[in-house]
């Protein structure tokens, strides 16, 4: 069974920096695709960043410049690098894995963790 924990998230103002971390198990890591998703209250969910099994990486554009994807094979960790942090950054931000390879930002995520808030204040 995969599971995906994610932690690192906080408040902090405008212009601040946070990492999340998301700890994975139950599954051979370098075989997937995963990500980085956000929920702000009222709003969809969007995907902010993903990583393949080679290392490309994929931004939203509302981060790109900002915000550094990176994953860490031995310790089965995903990291999310956020910098320059932004009011409309608020949201919270889930952790995605799936067997499906392909690099994308779309929600076809089959595991999910379950979230950790991030708030930006002006």
Do not use: H
Request: hydrophobic share 35%.
């Amino acid at each position: 069974q995969v599971q995906l924990v994610e932690s690192g998230g906080g408040s902090v103002q405008a212009g601040g920096s946070l990492r999340l971390s998301c700890a994975a198990s139950g599954y051979t890591y370098s075989s997937y695709c995963m990500g980085w998703f956000r929920q702000a209250p009222g709003k969809e969910r969007e995907g902010v960043a993903a990583i393949d099994s080679d290392g490309s990486t994929s931004y939203a554009d509302s981060v790109k410049g900002r915000f550094t994807i990176s994953k860490d094979n031995a310790k089965n960790t995903l990291y999310l690098q956020m910098n320059s942090l932004k009011p409309e950054d608020t949201a919270m931000y889930y952790c995605a894995a799936d067997y499906v390879v392909a690099l994308r930002l779309t929600l076809d995520f089959g595991y999910w963790g379950q979230g950790t808030q991030v708030t930006v204040s002006s």
